[in-house]
């Protein structure tokens, strides 16, 4: 395979950086509607895909610090979008789960980032849609 030449790489550059804007725009719309930030979001979409999950959990999988975790999940359990739960087997332990509130929080976000992507394949006629998607999911599917 040859390498990619410095035109590709600032062309897909720019591609990335207006998809991203496009996203961002849209969860920021729903921060907004539910006064939520980043990192909230992105919390509330893994305890709602991992019930039962731990602080720590979150934490690692966003590569955030525990008390910056803590911090976040107050917020959220505060806005009942999460509820903390002692499991009967380690009463020593805290799982969190999500309330109904937080999973129409989280219904919301996904449905503007599916308007989003919808908005982009809208773009293609059929036959280059099959080919960016064929060929996103390779990319997305590679490893460094």
């Known amino acids: ?6 035109e590709q790489i600032e062309k897909l550059a720019i591609a990335f950086e207006r998809f991203t804007r496009r996203f961002k725009v849209e969860e920021a719309a729903a921060a907004l509607k539910n006064a939520l930030n980043a990192l909230d ?3 509330l979409l893994f305890i709602s895909e991992h019930p039962e999950c731990t602080l720590g959990d979150v934490a690692r ?12 999940v107050d ?11 002692r499991p009967q087997e ?20 996904v449905d503007g980032y599916r308007a989003s992507c919808k ?5 293609l006629d059929p036959a280059e849609r099959t080919t960016f998607l064929n060929l996103t999911q390779k990319i997305s599917q590679s490893e460094d």
């Not at 999988?61 to 976040?72: E, I, K, N, P, R």
């Not at 359990?77 to 903390?84: A, F, G, N, S």
């Not at 380690?90 to 976000?109: C, E, F, K």
């Open 41 to 43: 979001i992105q919390a």
């Open 119 to 123: 908005a982009m394949l809208e773009a």
């Open 61 to 72: 999988h966003l590569d955030v610090a525990l008390t910056t975790m803590s911090s976040s």
């Open 1 to 6: 395979m040859t390498a990619p030449t410095p």
């Open 75 to 85: 917020r959220l359990v505060r806005k009942e979008m999460v509820e903390r739960r």
């Open 90 to 109: 380690n009463r020593r332990s805290v799982s969190l789960n999500i309330t109904q509130q937080g999973q129409d929080a989280v219904l919301g976000y």
